[in-house]
């Protein structure tokens, strides 16, 4: 008898499959986890000690059960509040697969694609020019392969909604080609929560509690730290001090509705072990199809690959090519397959992830910034145990590495003004650098003069500021915020005119707004005027404000204004136009440039 009918081919799958299954079952079952992490309170204990962190919880789901769940250290360290499975937490970036999966219950639904121009479903994206308009899809978004770098310095502490997030992506340009260069981006997945709604008619919020959250009993989680505080059992960030061994406490990271879709859901390891099951078992929970095994799949197929960082600069191989799909990365530890994603926010770190060979998933969620490695430690710890393997001596190898980085970090903070040039003066006096200036992606910058110093407002990071030298003036070196220098510039005409800073990955230049203008008198600005030699231009107002100079015969040409009634083109920085008003009336207008200057009645 041949085996060549498809019919045939599909039992004998069918049957290798169920064999398969039932041979990975048999093996999970095998594992006697409590003797398996025999010594793993101990470990625990030493590790915290070590790393002088204040709590680490732990759990662990093998097939679909949660057999393991406890709580190391502390949840709150100033009240000595022990950390508990039931400890609610930020989980950070760990809320990306939701939104991953969230977005492949609308690609089943015919709502989106995954590898069509995203544009395709959605025409209201705009990405910074027509390459990216035409091909970027939703996997290059989820996958963060744009070639688009991460600016989160847009969200971070800023009001902005997600719309206007949304908005904000026409002015990223891209940093790499795409599709070569992992390149992770925070901005990508609040785009596709955005999308989600638009194609939804529901918020990201709303879809994911009803899609995922209700049928997962995922009773406890929600999206923001208002609900957390409501539980009965919730963290409290503390870290370590840049400087000394002293542990502080820190203000929860409020301001994330309007990125929430790449990092806002807040949770603890019970209800987390139920999303957790769902992923190991083909999308089921308690016996009902939560989440469609097709997305599941789609999501862990690798998407873009990771360099081998480790090995190439330490030599460690027990984890090998990594690669990302979406919202999750897949790699190698030591010969067995491994899906996680880490998820950070300030004072809080968790990681979620499994090994789908071996069935057997790990949480592991901890408190301290300084600590964070240890969801890393503690997890591939817990693995090599529950797998019969050697122990690697991740917490001895990571520890050397916090502790020097530590002391370099002390030691530059000595020499931070370090190329001073000494004896400089500032350009202007300090109310000339006073003003609001904005960038169209990171928003506004105020620096405000009180007592006779500027006052540094951005985000709601409030600091005074120092001048460094010449036009460069510095904030203080805050231990959360970190340090910002202001780079001030001055135009052609002797302005101060725009501000320089360095965030991100790149500097971003932030033009100074102009002064207010009289609608009265603005209204008055539309009209002809007449050159020296008898010709007529004109000067037109848009709907939205915006002012442009037309000559006959040619195209309009855009005119911003610079200070007061002053106008420039954005060709030319030393060309100018000046309305002349007189009495409240606008008579004229001056045309400017390095050769001279012409005055043009108005007709």
């Known amino acids: 008898m041949t085996l060549s009918t498809p019919a045939m081919y599909r039992r004998l799958a069918a049957a290798g499959l169920l064999l398969f299954t039932l041979a990975w079952r048999a093996a999970a079952q095998a594992i006697d986890v409590t003797q ?4 793993f309170d101990a470990y625990m204990d030493k590790t915290l000690k070590d790393w002088n ?13 949660l057999v393991f769940a406890k709580g190391y250290g502390l949840r709150d360290y100033e009240k000595k509040l022990p950390f508990t499975p039931a400890t609610m937490s930020p989980i950070a970036s760990n809320t990306k697969l939701f939104t991953a999966i969230a977005a492949g219950m609308l690609v089943e639904e015919g709502k989106l694609t995954w590898d069509k121009p995203v544009r395709d479903s959605v025409p209201a994206i705009r990405f910074y020019n027509d390459q990216l308009n035409n091909t970027v899809t939703l996997r290059d978004m989820l996958s963060h392969r744009t070639g688009i770098t991460r600016h989160d310095t847009i969200w971070y502490k800023s009001d902005f909604t997600r719309k206007e997030l949304f908005e904000k992506l026409v002015y990223l340009e891209p940093q790499e080609p795409m599709r070569q260069t992992f390149l992770y981006n925070n901005l990508m997945f609040a785009a596709v929560g955005y999308l ?20 997962l009993q995922m009773n406890s989680t929600g999206y923001s730290i208002a609900e957390m505080l409501k539980r009965p059992e919730f963290g409290v960030g503390f870290t370590e001090r840049r400087d000394s061994f002293e542990l502080y ?38 016996g009902k199809q939560v989440i469609p095994a097709e997305v599941l799949t789609a999501t862990l197929q690798p998407a873009i690959a990771l360099p081998n960082t480790a090995l190439e600069t330490r030599g460690w191989a027990e984890v090998l090519n990594a690669a990302y799909g979406m919202g999750r990365q897949t790699v190698s530890y030591r010969g067995h397959l491994l899906t996680l994603h880490g998820g950070d926010l300030p004072g809080f770190h968790t990681q979620v992830s499994f090994m789908p060979q071996d069935h057997i998933g790990v949480i592991v969620f901890e408190i301290g910034n300084h600590s964070q490695p240890l969801y890393n430690i503690v997890t591939y710890n817990v693995y090599e145990r529950l797998l019969g393997m050697d122990q690697t001596p991740w917490s001895a190898r990571q520890l050397e590495i916090r502790l020097k980085n530590k002391k370099a ?34 928003g506004a ?11 540094f407002d951005f985000h709601k990071m409030r600091f005074q500021m120092t001048r460094f030298h010449y036009d460069r003036f510095d904030t203080p070196d805050d231990e959360q915020d970190g340090k910002w220098s202001v780079n ?57 404000g915006k002012l442009s100079l037309v000559l006959p015969g040619q195209p309009p040409l855009p005119l911003n204004q610079t200070k007061g009634m002053v106008f420039r083109s954005p060709r030319f920085s030393d060309e100018t136009f000046e309305f002349v008003v007189q009495d409240g009336q606008v008579t004229g207008l001056k045309q400017k440039d390095p050769s001279g200057e012409f005055t043009l009645p108005k007709k």
């Open 445 to 455: 910058m105020t620096i405000a003069l009180k007592d006779n110093r500027l006052h």
């Open 36 to 39: 398996r992490l025999d010594g």
């Open 488 to 544: 001030f510039q001055t135009n052609p005409q002797g302005d101060i005119d725009r501000a320089v800073m360095s965030l991100d990955e790149a500097e971003a230049v932030f033009v100074r707004k102009p002064d207010t203008i009289d609608p009265k008198v603005m209204s008055q600005l539309a009209g002809a005027y007449e050159t020296p030699g008898g010709v007529k231009i004109h000067i037109v107002v848009a709907p939205d």
């Open 249 to 286: 406490r820190i203000p929860y990271y409020e301001d994330i509705s309007g990125v929430a879709p790449c990092g806002a859901i807040v949770s603890n390891i019970e209800d987390m072990s139920h999303w957790l099951i769902a992923l190991m078992n083909q999308g089921k929970y308690n």
């Open 53 to 65: 962190a204040p709590g680490v919880g732990v759990g662990i789901v093998v097939n679909d059960k």
């Open 409 to 442: 970090g002390t030691e530059a903070r000595t020499k931070a003004n370090q190329g001073q040039v000494p004896d400089t003066m500032a350009s202007h006096p300090l109310a000339a650098y006073a003003g609001a200036y904005e960038n169209p992606a990171y």
């Open 196 to 215: 989600i709604e638009l194609q939804s008619g529901k918020t990201w919020e709303q879809f994911v509690k009803e899609r995922i959250f209700d049928p």
